[in-house]
């Protein structure tokens, strides 16, 4: 069962670059922005709705670091989304510029992994970000 909820957030995030793209095309970065959480947040009160799925503030209030990263979170898929359609509006094509977004993430997820949560740099896991990005860029050419 994950692995329909896997491809439908892949399918639904191949559309959200689609979507910035095509609206790259006709608005400034800033307001591409607030339209897309002025559609994105009626979303997830429809889901909270349909799913029953209480709110609870009380948790989120009461751990200050939880506050902080769901703050992060928050603020940072913003900035993600203003600075990917800026970079698009300087004119690459998104079959070029997804792929370089996309290892970069990976790199920068990598690096954070590392230095922050002290994850291991194993043989196994350098080969395999090595191939994911060679793999990303074999697919775009």
């Known amino acids: 069962m994950w692995f329909v909820w896997l491809t439908l957030s892949a399918g639904l995030w191949a559309l959200h670059m689609a979507a910035l ?13 607030f339209f897309f959480y002025l559609f994105a947040i009626p979303t997830v009160l429809a889901l909270l709705v349909l799913t029953r799925k209480p709110v609870s503030f009380a948790a989120v209030t009461g751990d200050h670091s939880l506050l902080l990263a769901l703050a992060a979170a928050g603020i940072s898929i913003a900035l993600v989304d203003y600075c990917f359609v800026r970079g698009l509006g300087l004119g690459p094509a998104l079959s070029t510029y997804a792929p370089l977004f996309s290892t970069m993430a990976l790199a920068i997820s990598a690096a954070i992994g590392v230095f922050y949560f002290g994850e291991a740099v194993t043989l196994t896991r350098a080969a395999g970000f090595v191939f994911a990005c060679i ?6 050419k």
């Open 21 to 33: 793209k095509i609206a790259g095309e006709r608005l400034p970065p800033v307001q591409i922005v």
């Open 135 to 140: 793999g990303i860029f074999l697919l775009t």
